[in-house]
């Protein structure tokens, strides 16, 4: 899931097509490609902790 929105919603849908600046004038300029990494910290957080806490969270679930 977090690898499908680093690589459509970020990269595609933000950085490389017109679809929020469509339906939203006021974007435009703003949404671009100087915005595609400014979240790296956020996503690599999500990968070293999430993950192992669902995959915990997970085994947990499975003892009951």
């Known amino acids: 899931?977090?690898?499908?929105?680093i690589l459509f919603f970020d990269?595609?849908?933000?950085?490389?097509?017109?679809?929020?600046p469509h339906f939203y004038p006021?974007?435009?300029?703003?949404?671009?490609?100087?915005l595609f990494g400014y979240n790296k910290k956020a996503h690599f957080m999500h990968?070293?902790?999430y993950i192992p806490f669902s995959a915990a969270l997970a085994w947990v679930c499975t003892l009951f």
């Open 1 to 5: 899931m977090e690898v499908y929105d």
């Open 11 to 20: 990269w595609v849908l933000l950085c490389h097509s017109n679809f929020f």
């Open 26 to 34: 006021e974007v435009k300029g703003i949404v671009g490609p100087q």
């Open 47 to 49: 990968f070293l902790l």
